[in-house]
């Protein structure tokens, strides 16, 4: 994400208070990632890094939820993220670093946050001592109104979150919306880059012939609609236009399923029950159990 997007993301999305202390001119983004294999099926990263008014170093983890519903246990996968991050210090022997894990969810169920400790049976507060407690900052996409978007006046962020929330039911009268203002925007290299894989990702999620493209195009106005018109045709002659969906489906569909069969395989030699192996890998308990039952079978074999 360009570093003015991620900017205008912080300065509209994260509490005031917290942004009153952010030092955002000197906001980096970060070469690392710290998705493990076993989070890929669950978000995306980038991590921005800056310091505070004091002086003090702060990390910012924009995590990009893939799954369009909810999950039930978010802390968990919270949890392993932040351990990821904690433990790649110690083994570089840095100081451990705050870190704000910033979840960007698009999904059509509304996200329902709520404290760790609500997961737990126990409704003790002497209990709740013995519980992790951290928080994490929402941005749910779907619950907020194009017109609250659309005067965020943040350049592309208003683009991009557009975009994204109506991405996967993209009625064509938003085809036009999407793009609005772009032409304005992309004065140096980096929005240009920017602007070309927003164009990809909106083709390679829309059936759009070349007939309709044409009939989008005539909506966008120069530099705009000759980006537009030139991505359509080098996904077209690498054939990835007509290809790419299935195959990113079908790929993502194996890639998920292998990692789960891997994790309920541990999980279950460390003696997870399947309801909690159920949540953690948004599968159905008779999913899980009828996996487990093929590990049986498999060592027959």
């Known amino acids: 994400m360009d570093i003015d997007v991620a900017r ?13 202390t952010l030092n955002l001119v000197e906001l980096k983004l970060s070469n690392q990632s710290f998705v493990t294999p076993q989070l890929k099926q669950y978000f995306s990263d980038l991590v921005y890094k800056c310091t505070t008014t004091d002086e003090e170093p702060v990390e910012l983890a924009l995590l990009f939820e893939h799954k369009y519903n909810a999950p039930a246990y978010p802390h968990l996968q919270l949890l392993r993220y932040l351990l990821e991050y904690w433990e790649v210090q ?25 404290p760790f400790y609500s997961y737990f049976k126990s409704t003790s507060p002497l209990l709740h001592a013995y519980i992790p407690n951290f928080e994490y900052l929402l941005t749910d996409i779907n619950q907020m109104e194009d017109g609250d978007i659309l005067a965020l006046k943040a ?10 929330k109506h991405i996967q ?14 032409e304005n925007q992309i004065h140096d290299r980096a929005k240009r880059n920017l602007f070309e894989g927003m164009i990809v990702y909106f083709l390679q999620n829309v059936e759009l012939s070349r007939t309709k493209l044409n009939q989008l195009a005539m909506t966008l106005s120069g530099e705009t609609k000759k980006m537009a ?18 195959g990113i489906e079908q790929g993502i569909e194996q890639g998920i399923e292998q990692k789960n069969r891997l994790f309920i395989k541990n999980g279950i030699n460390a003696g997870l029950s399947i309801e909690l192996l159920a949540e953690l890998t948004n599968l159905s308990e008779e999913e899980v159990f009828t996996m487990i039952k093929s590990f049986d079978e498999e060592e027959q074999q």
């Open 8 to 20: 205008d993301f912080i300065r509209n999305f994260l509490p005031e208070d917290l942004v009153s």
């Open 90 to 114: 110690i083994k570089q022997k840095e100081a451990l670093t705050p870190i704000i894990p910033i979840v960007v969810y698009q999904g059509k169920h509304k996200w329902q946050q709520k």
């Open 155 to 164: 350049e592309l962020l208003s683009n991009i979150l557009l975009l994204m």
């Open 169 to 182: 039911t993209l009625p064509p009268q938003y085809y036009t919306r999407i793009f609005i203002g772009i």
């Open 229 to 246: 018109m030139s991505s359509y045709d080098m996904l077209v002659q690498e054939g990835i236009i007509q290809g790419i969906k299935q």
